[in-house]
Nanobody, 119 residues
């Protein structure tokens, strides 16, 4: 199994910054990539950003591009999402996820951390 624990969520004013972190553990942890997704109230979960584990290739949603930065620490088995210039529409529960080698989708998920951006 893979365990993912997110931290760093909270309440921030519009224009502010926040960094989310995710720590991974478990015998089945063999990542090809890790990513961040979010789900706002009444909306479907959506992709935010991802990073490949070996080479660090990054991918972002259009809403995250230019404002968010994803990083990873292969030794500590962590992935972080550095968010700046936050907007009220960024309010959501943010989830960390892992796609293992041999899998086509992100299949392990954390419990989520709430990010609330006030206007």
């Amino acid at each position: 199994q893979v365990q993912l624990v997110e931290s760093g969520g909270g309440l921030v004013q519009a224009g502010g910054s926040l960094t989310l972190s995710c720590a991974a553990s478990g015998d089945a942890f063999n990542p090809n990539a890790m990513g961040w997704f979010r789900q706002a109230p009444g909306a479907e979960r959506e992709f935010v950003a991802s990073i490949t584990w070996t080479f660090g290739g990054r991918d972002y949603s259009d809403s995250a591009k230019d404002r968010f930065f994803i990083s990873r620490d292969n030794v500590k088995k962590t992935v972080s999402l550095h968010m700046r210039n936050l907007k009220p529409e960024d309010t959501a529960v943010y989830y960390c996820a892992v796609r293992n080698w041999g899998q086509s989708d992100f299949s392990y998920w954390g419990q989520g951390t709430q990010v609330t951006v006030s206007s």
